[in-house]
């Protein structure tokens, strides 16, 4: 099992069903199916389209074969399991998980089921708003009819850093060797539409080799928590009616017991969503079928013959259950205790913490700064100097060529008309940020993308 690490470079516009709605909304994670199809681009980027091609069962391992791919959730987020009751009224915090507490009654007022979704720690910032037009070529004014808002994952958060996201991609073991080197390689993806000016992301993964170190123990009953929509069918194909334990059985039994390597003796209960799931298939140019689903967040409790340990665990997590999993559908974990809402995430990533304590590089008034503030210093004096939409897009390219594709450091930017413009301090200030560390460049790129949006 690998686990995904992608970092914004740009907005993201992951859009849900259309809903003939203004704006256009978008998922607030990464979908797998997304994960996955970004993925099948950069591949086919590097390798052609020749037909036949020599490395088309390469091709077909990773993306048409066993291998599962599971969401991207933004760090300090999480999927909210439908087990979940929390007051009606929003007047306290109680939160009581049926699949592993009883029922409490609550001062406030009554307790009510979640609605499931994915929940933030922190929300502001996460989705913003954009306006788009598209020009006519001849006149240069908008095109009539061509003026659209929609709604967008921002590029960074407040803090100016930018956002990440984390998953799971299942079931490795199948791949070759080339197969497996493409995954745990350092990409450049491109997610969602209109991808001129949005969806850039950096992607990298790394091999998971340890067991859950969380589950206490051997154990026979198992808590399933479904992170992405789960398909379940009876034997003739047909969509299970999850009201009955004994076809939940019929659809999970087998799968359970060759991960698993016991029988399932019972289906105790299950806390569910109906909803329906299609797509797009952009090789055959055709649309998905449209599948009878159990929405992301639903909960099963299953009884087993024998208790399984940790390995089992971490086997049917690689796994998944249900049909279309290649495609991103039936992502399970399996809990150990009730679920918690997500705590914010750390103001800095572990890369980020070690830049901040390192405060021994002078800023620009020849004080000692962590990289944090001065990103800002340099950000916000760029801005002050009148340059600041060109210099973002120039400091963003400089910083991916540098950063994602190891082009060598140069101080050719400051060699255009624009910087040979301004003021010698200023000028001096757009030198020195070609050439500080990784960690300040990276910032200093995502605070002036912000800045710019602000200003807009």
Avoid at 268 to 291: C, F, M, Q, T
Avoid at 343 to 366: F, R, W
Avoid at 405 to 423: I, K, M, T
Wanted: glycine share 10%; hydrophobic share 40%; net charge negative.
């Amino acid at each position: 099992m690998l686990e995904v690490t992608i970092t914004q470079d740009q907005d993201l516009h992951l859009g849900t069903r259309p809903r003939g709605t203004a704006p256009a909304l978008t998922h607030t994670h990464v979908p797998g199916a997304t994960l996955r199809g970004a993925l099948a681009t950069a591949w086919l980027r590097q390798h052609g389209l020749r037909t036949p091609h020599p490395m088309m069962e390469a091709f077909t391992g990773l993306f048409e074969g066993l291998v599962t791919y599971g969401p991207l959730l933004v760090d300090g987020s999480d999927v909210v399991p439908l087990s979940v009751l929390g007051c009606k009224y929003d007047a306290c915090d109680l939160i009581i998980d049926e699949a592993f507490q009883e029922p409490s009654a609550c001062e406030c007022g009554p307790l009510v089921p979640d609605r499931g979704g994915v929940r933030h720690a922190e929300a502001q910032g996460v989705i913003v708003q954009r306006t788009r037009l598209e020009l006519n070529d001849q006149t240069q004014t908008a095109q009539e009819g061509q003026l659209y808002t929609r709604q967008a994952l921002g590029g960074s958060t407040p803090t100016g850093a930018r956002r990440r996201f984390t998953g799971r991609i299942g079931e490795t073991s199948t791949l070759d060797q080339a197969g497996l080197e493409f995954l745990t390689g350092t990409h450049t993806l491109w997610f969602g539409g209109k991808r001129a000016v949005s969806g850039q992301v950096t992607y990298r993964a790394r091999q998971l080799d340890e067991d859950r170190p969380d589950l206490p123990g051997p154990t026979d009953r198992l808590v399933l928590r479904f992170y992405s929509p789960v398909v379940l069918t009876d034997s003739s194909g047909l969509p299970v009616d999850p009201t009955e334990p004994a076809q939940v059985l019929g659809a999970v039994g087998h799968d359970l017991a060759e991960v698993l390597g016991t029988s399932v003796s019972a289906v105790e209960r299950i806390w569910y969503r109906g909803d329906a799931e299609g797509g797009w298939h952009a090789a055959s140019r055709l649309y998905k079928p449209v599948d009878v689903v159990l929405a992301a967040g639903t909960v099963i409790t299953v009884t087993l013959t024998d208790p399984v340990d940790a390995s089992a665990v971490a086997r049917l997590e690689s796994h998944g259950l249900g049909l279309r999993r290649a495609e991103g559908f039936g992502a399970v974990r399996v809990a150990t205790g009730p679920w918690q809402p997500p705590a914010p995430p750390g103001s800095t990533t572990a890369d980020d913490a070690n830049s901040d304590t390192d405060a021994d590089t002078a800023d620009l008034t020849g004080q000692t700064m962590t990289a944090a503030a001065r990103a800002e210093t340099y950000a916000r004096r760029i801005i002050a100097a009148g340059i600041g939409p060109w210099a973002a897009k120039q400091v963003r390219e400089y910083t991916i060529a540098v950063l994602r594709e190891g082009a060598p450091r140069s101080a050719g930017l400051a060699g255009f008309p624009r910087v040979q413009a301004l003021e010698a301090s200023d000028r001096q200030v757009f030198t020195d940020l070609l050439s500080e560390t990784d960690q300040v460049l990276d910032r200093t790129a995502a605070l002036l993308d912000a800045f710019v949006r602000e200003d807009q």
